[in-house]
């Protein structure tokens, strides 16, 4: 449940940050093309709103006033004034013994409407879990969610050792197979803006953190229609990718066998079947090569 719940508060974030060109900085919300007078206030209580809604989520989803009001440096009264709107419409419940917080059935009922709505789900489901079952290895499917890739499904391998995800996950998306794949789809131009005058982090001796080599690999990942991570977000950890494209042509999504290094050997040949894959699942959404 606060899976989908994930997916959804990223929505609402990108939602408000696109309509209200809101700068987001120490928990503040700063107008910076357009003065609301008495509106900023609302605005800063739905940006509040929304962060103790992922709050509860990324805790496990049980939660009391005081941890909340701690993570995010609220007092104890604005948090509890703000939590008690949201428990009043359904967003929110407390468990009547411990008194802690939890998402609410309505936060459910709205994921499920929008992932209702996600047919590229459906419609490449038969396709992972047929690639999955192949190698026995997580078959993930991705979609670009700013600078990140957000995992939006996935099937697990059947091998007693995996990796650790999960759908709603976010992974930066410079340093991730399917993330390279989904950036391949824009312009040199627009990736140089997405990371000039950025520090990206290090998370292994791997990753590449200077544009120059990264607009390398992407250029690579679009010759060759596919990308890979070897060990770049994780140490032991590799996976190969492919795009899924709509009827226009036009990468929407990503989909990607991860697993141990150390199982992913004949990394060309797992690539042939990932581009095949991926492409059963473009023709059926209309692309033709």
Known sequence: MATKAGILLDMSKKIKTTFYNIELKEGNILMTNKQLGEGEKH??????????????????????????????????????????TLERYGYM???????????????????????SNLDLREIAL????????????????AVLSGEDVVYIDKVDGS?????????GGRNPAYCTGVGKVLLSGLSERQIE????NRELQKFTEN??????????????????????????????????????KDSQGIIIAAISLSGPSSRLLNMEE????????????????????
Request: aromatic fraction near 6%.
């Open 43 to 84: 605005i800063q209580s739905v940006f509040r709103a929304l962060k103790i809604l992922e709050c509860v989520a990324e805790h496990g989803n049980l939660i009391s006033l005081t941890e909340i009001s701690k993570n995010l440096e609220l007092s104890k009264s604005t948090a509890h004034g703000l939590i008690a």
């Open 93 to 115: 419940q407390q468990d009547s013994v411990t008194g802690k917080y939890s998402l609410g059935l309505r936060i459910f009922e709205l994921g499920q409407a929008y992932v």
């Open 126 to 141: 038969p396709d992972l879990r047929e690639l999955s079952l192949h190698y026995q290895e997580t078959v993930h499917l």
């Open 159 to 167: 091998r007693s050792i995996g990796i650790r995800s999960r759908i």
């Open 193 to 196: 803006e997405m990371y000039t």
């Open 207 to 244: 990753t590449v953190v200077d544009l120059c080599p990264l607009i390398d690999q992407i250029r690579q990942t679009r010759e060759l229609g596919y990308g890979f991570d070897m060990e770049e977000i994780e140490l032991g950890l590799g996976c190969v990718a492919a795009p899924v």
């Open 270 to 289: 797992i690539a042939k079947d990932v581009v095949r894959t991926a492409k059963k699942i473009s023709m059926r959404l209309g692309y033709k090569e």
